[in-house]
């Protein structure tokens, strides 16, 4: 888990800690109420707190985002609204994608991400 005040320090770290390595950066976002419970993957990197109008900078070389609530303007009706059960559930299904990914790859015998 990385909050906002180590953004500006994530790029440089996991760059000094994994060389030459692709990094998948995984969040939950806010979203349109009909994208609640999709799972989005982007090849371009993740942009923390652009949903809350933030700019905490950007990292990773490929994104996945699961949309867990409504984009609303206040904090407190969004805690609200977020189910933690679907985050749970999201949850698993992306690592599981991920586990899956990195076993199919190593099986080949080469790079994939």
Do not use: W
């Not at 109420?33 to 923390?48: A, H, Q, R, V």
């Not at 303007?73 to 805690?79: D, E, Q, R, V």
């Amino acid at each position: 888990p990385i909050t906002a005040k180590e953004v500006k320090y994530l790029k440089d770290f996991l760059r000094k800690t994994h060389p030459n390595r692709s990094i998948i950066a995984v969040d939950a976002a806010v979203g349109k109420s009909e994208d609640i419970g999709l799972i989005k993957i982007s090849s371009s990197p993740l942009s923390p707190g652009a949903g809350a109008n933030k700019q905490l900078g950007s990292f990773g070389d490929a994104t996945i985002l699961g949309v867990v609530a409504e984009k609303s303007t206040g904090n407190y009706a969004l805690f609200n609204n977020t189910r933690l059960r679907l985050v749970y559930t999201m949850a698993d299904q992306i690592s599981e994608g991920i586990a899956t990914l990195l076993h199919d790859c190593s099986a080949r015998a080469y790079h994939c991400i």
